[in-house]
Each structure stands twice: as C-alpha cells, then as structure tokens.
C-alpha cells in the first residue's frame, strides 16, 4: 500500500529557531515529491523534487529528496511567526494506466512562538 | 494566472440534506482533483478527472456522492443526503495532464453538518 509519513506530527519552537521536517514514503512509480503550506485555507505549492541530492531553495526555506533512502526533508532557517503553519508533503506516482495521483502525508503543524 | 476558485467557503446544513460544491480549476489545466480533508490529516482524494472523464473515482462513496465536469472545466461535487460524518473540508485542485505539474489547491469548502 502506497503511503506517505511525516514527522513530527507537531512542534512548538521560538522564533529564529532552525527547524527540520520529515516525510518518508513508499509509492509505486515514484515521479515526484513535494511540499505544500497551508494555514488556515488552500494549501500552498513550496517545492517539487524530482531528483536526489539536489537542494530546492526559496529563502529561508529548503528541501533535499533522497530517492534511495525514500525520504526528503524540509528546513526552515531563522523561524518567523508567520511560518506557523501546517506543512503538508505528496508524493506523485504516474502510471500509464492510471496517470498522476498525489499521496499526502498527515502533515507537521508548526508553532512559532515570538 | 488566478488560482482555482471554489464557492461556497462554509456551508452548514441539518443532516439528510443535500448539498453542492462548485469549483473552477486555472485555465489550461486539464487534470481536477476533489479532496477530503478531516482536521489534523492530510487531503484524500476523492475523484480524480482528465478532462471530462472521471479516472479515478474508486474512493468517492457513490451511495451519496456524486460528481460532474460536463464541459472538462468546472465541476461540481454533490452530497445527498448529508450525513454528520461528513463534516470536512472539501478541496478543489487542478494540475496540468503529464508531468512536472503540481496541484494547485482551491480555498476548499468547509462543510459542517448538524
């Protein structure tokens, strides 16, 4: 059964603080990974990795995907309040028969305290 | 580009009632997904369109859930009747067919049910 784990399923961390975000997965047909925000409504597009060891940077924001271990992490540097957020990671399989599905993780809810 | 739109933001409605979602994906994309997002967890998938064929609809309860994009644009997905376990956010995304497209999330629709 395909799926997606992510931790830590919470954390509460003072801003300024380095964070890191975990997702594992076991998919068939591995195309993609990727990260999404969401805060209090539509979850929003970070990145997307498809190859390993190649770092993925939007300012205070990285991720790495490691296709042989199955997992890609997320880190945030310098922590701000407006980086509390939940932090949702998919993995897409792409398939002949049945094209692209997305598989997400159950998310890590990030607190940033001032 | 706008972003995919969906209507209405919050519903509540009496259980045994029916109820309709409505959402339209960014021009260009022909791939529409509906998601189910219960708190704490991550979306899943619902049904699945490329253009107007439904490809993937085996997670869509079909004795109360129904769905539709006639035109392989908007789509509208109906509950009839509610029930209280479907309290939940219902999300809209779009991507484009093929790869290297990630989905493009709706605000979502939250559905309460009393």
């Known amino acids: 059964e395909d799926k997606v784990v992510q931790s830590p399923l919470s954390l509460v961390v003072h801003e300024g603080d380095t964070v890191t975000l975990n997702c594992s997965y076991e998919v068939t047909n591995f195309r993609s990974l990727l990260w999404y925000k969401q805060e209090k409504k539509a979850p929003t597009f970070l990145f997307m990795l498809?190859?390993?060891?190649i770092e993925k940077k939007s300012g205070r924001l990285s991720s790495i995907l490691d296709k042989k271990e199955l997992f890609s992490i997320l880190n945030i540097t310098a922590t701000q309040t407006g980086d509390s957020a939940v932090y949702l990671c998919a993995v897409e399989s792409l398939t002949r028969d049945t094209g692209n599905q997305f598989y997400f993780g159950t998310g890590t809810s990030l607190t940033v305290i001032p | 580009e706008a972003g995919v739109v969906q209507s209405p933001r919050y519903k509540i409605i009496e259980k045994k009632q029916p109820v309709a979602f409505w959402c339209n994906p960014i021009?260009?994309?022909?791939?529409l997904y509906w998601y189910l997002q219960n708190l704490g967890q991550g979306p899943e998938l619902l049904i699945r369109y490329e253009n107007e064929e439904a490809v993937d609809d085996s997670q869509l309860p079909k004795d109360r859930f129904s769905a539709e994009r006639l035109k392989g644009v908007d789509s509208t997905l109906k509950i009839q009747p509610a029930e209280l376990g479907d309290s939940a956010v219902y999300l809209c995304?779009?991507?484009?067919?093929?790869?290297?497209?990630?989905?493009?999330f709706g605000n979502g629709t939250r559905l309460t049910v009393t």
């Open positions: 498809t190859s390993s060891g």
């Open positions: 995304a779009s991507s484009r067919t093929g790869r290297g497209s990630p989905l493009h």
């Open positions: 021009s260009g994309h022909n791939t």
